[in-house]
Nanobody, 125 residues
């Protein structure tokens, strides 16, 4: 079974930075589009945050995080990262990483085949 494991979530103050990691195993990481989504509360939909192409040459960001968050990947380590700067209280959410084969519509939840369990990020004001 494919496995995606997130880490790095924490309780921080507004303006602080965090780096989330997602380690992918039992998949050919270098062939996958990977992305981050977040869910602000139980019962709410997951919102797109960022995605990166299999080779890392193309990225896509939600407008709400552009200029503050950066997604990168290290294919040698089967790991993806989300560097989050200038955090705001509205960034508080459970952040989940996801992976898929298709390079289309990287901002859509439905296109992703594999998901991690999530890591909690809480930003206090």
């Amino acid at each position: 079974q494919a496995q995606l494991v997130e880490s790095g979530g924490d309780l921080v103050k507004a303006g602080d930075s965090l780096r989330l990691s997602c380690v992918v195993s039992r998949l050919t990481f270098g062939t996958l589009v990977v992305g981050w989504f977040r869910r602000r509360a139980l019962g709410q939909n997951r919102d797109f945050v960022a995605a990166i192409s299999a080779t890392g040459d193309r990225t896509n960001y939600a407008d709400s995080v552009k200029g503050r968050f950066t997604i990168v990947r290290d294919n040698d380590k089967n790991t993806m990262y989300l560097q989050m700067n200038s955090l705001k209280p509205e960034d508080t959410a459970i952040y989940s990483c996801a992976a898929k084969l298709s390079a289309r519509d990287t901002n859509l939840v439905g296109g992703y085949n594999f998901w991690g369990q999530g890591t909690q990020v809480t930003v206090s004001s």
